[in-house]
């Protein structure tokens, strides 16, 4: 079988125009030089130089090998750079998905451009999916990443759930609500008003948070004729249909004239995390650190109870 040093002392040799030249080059005895290329030659069964009495002469079957084993080698050291790349998770394709309260927008937008900048062998196909949608996807093998909201109520093996960063919490309602003129409120005086976000028994993530600060606060939020868990409830509270509690980047891509009023309560902040498998690779391990890192920069680091950091 032709080797790889085969290829390349015989690259060098024809370029170099002598095997003297070309031992120099490489750093290796001309008789070893020699050697190789007689073995070359041997099992192609036929000649690649005209040996003379001054410098060797590719043959014709030399000059159609030669552009040949170039490319030989070419295509040896991409795939060779290509392997390094992808062990080192510098180069691949992720996977990743983000619940419709973690919108890809300001510095978490930012963020995952500077990683695409710094990594460009890296591609991402992102999606939407509720937090417990991407549990149980991550544990299936279907995504490498997710970003959610805390609580989970579903724990799986072999994840690993890891708190990015909290941002606060505000009243979402519309312009013309009778509460809108108002520049801080209190959870109390929200007793009576209709939230169009209401816990599910199977679903954790932002409703199942603000129902927690709601009966903190002496009450379970009363349900709206219209309830919604997407980002459809934008459009609802703009309508008039009722209230809800929303992480201040909901503002981004909230409708322009909806009013979003901060609440005086302690505590009424939201953590966003970040889903992996244990066992992941090095590309998603290199982006979990990338995120980490970045996370300061995006919120405040959040804590998440032990059972929910590491499942």
């Known amino acids: 079988m032709i080797s790889t040093r085969q290829l390349r002392y015989f690259v060098e040799i ?23 290329v ?36 070419l295509d040896l050291d ?45 591609s991402m196909e ?8 991407q549990l149980a ?15 989970v109520l579903r724990q799986h093996d072999g994840l690993t759930i890891e708190p990015l960063f909290e941002e606060p919490l505000l009243l979402a309602l519309a312009p013309t609500h009778e509460l809108a003129g108002r520049d801080c409120i209190a959870l109390a005086e929200l007793s009576s008003q209709p939230f169009i976000s209401i816990p599910h028994h199977q679903r954790g ?19 709206a004729r219209v309830v919604s868990r997407k980002t ?22 909230a409708p322009a004239a909806l009013r ?9 902040v939201s953590t966003v995390a970040i889903a992996y498998r244990r066992d992941a690779g090095p590309l998603v391990s290199q982006f979990i650190e990338h995120m980490t890192c970045a996370a300061s920069a995006i919120g405040t680091p959040g804590q998440a109870p032990a059972a929910q950091a590491s499942s």
């Open 78 to 122: 991409k795939a060779g750079e290509l392997a390094r790349a992808v062990g080192q998770g510098l180069c691949g394709s992720l996977n990743i998905s983000h619940s419709s309260t973690v919108p890809l927008t300001g510095r978490l937008l930012e963020h995952l451009g500077d990683y695409l900048r710094t990594n460009p062998g890296v």
């Open 137 to 151: 996807a991550l544990a299936e093998g279907r995504l490498d990443i997710g970003l959610l909201r805390l609580p």
């Open 14 to 36: 024809a370029e170099c125009g002598s095997f003297s030249a070309a031992a120099e080059r490489l750093y290796v005895a001309q008789s070893a030089l020699s050697r190789q």
């Open 232 to 253: 459809t409830q934008l459009q609802l509270i703009q309508a008039g249909f009722g209230v809800a509690l929303l992480p201040r980047c909901m503002q981004d891509i």
């Open 260 to 268: 979003f009023i901060p609440l005086t309560d302690p505590g009424c």
């Open 205 to 223: 993530g932002l409703s199942y948070l603000s129902a927690e600060l709601c009966m903190a606060a002496g009450f379970f939020p009363q349900p």
């Open 38 to 73: 007689r073995e070359l030659e041997l099992q192609l069964d036929t000649a690649l130089f005209e040996r003379t009495a001054r410098l060797p002469r590719l043959t014709d079957a030399g000059r159609a090998f030669l552009p040949r084993a170039r490319n030989l080698l």
């Open 126 to 133: 992102i999606a939407q999916l509720s937090s417990e949608g």
